[in-house]
Nanobody, 127 residues
Framework: QVQLLESGGDSVQARASLRLSCRAS????????MAWFRQAPGKEREGVAY????????FYADSVQGRFSLSIDNNANTFYLQMNDLKPEDTAMYYC????????????????????WGQGTQVTVSS
């Protein structure tokens, strides 16, 4: 069955960098719709970054544009989120997700578009 396992979260100082990993099993990342979401305490879960792994399609939320980037290692079947210049407002639990089939560009960061979710990895950024 489809499983996603996140890792890489940590407690860091502002302006530090972290790389989150999402190891996929039960499917291959060659042609998948993938995303990272995050949820801070007391806030709604929000979409952070999206990729279609079968092409070059990438999309980032305004709040992380220019600081976060996505990459994929097909050999390791792992999806990464590189986070640079971290800010205290990036503090959240980060989740990896994948859809069950085609996902339109209009729903790239819509939670309801994603069927499978990991358990999350915590990122804490202090000032």
């Amino acid at each position: 069955q489809v499983q996603l396992l996140e890792s890489g979260g940590d407690s860091v100082q502002a302006r530090a960098s972290l790389r989150l990993s999402c190891r996929a099993s039960g499917f291959t990342l060659n042609h998948a719709y993938m995303a990272w979401f995050r949820q801070a305490p007391g806030k709604e879960r929000e979409g952070v970054a999206y990729a279609y792994t079968g092409g070059r399609s990438r999309f980032y939320a305004d709040s992380v544009q220019g600081r976060f980037s996505l990459s994929i290692d097909n050999n390791a079947n792992t999806f990464y989120l590189q986070m640079n210049d971290l800010k205290p407002e990036d503090t959240a639990m980060y989740y990896c997700a994948t859809s069950d089939g085609y996902l339109s560009r209009w729903r790239r960061l819509a939670q309801s578009a994603y069927k499978y979710w990991g358990q999350g990895t915590q990122v804490t950024v202090s000032s």
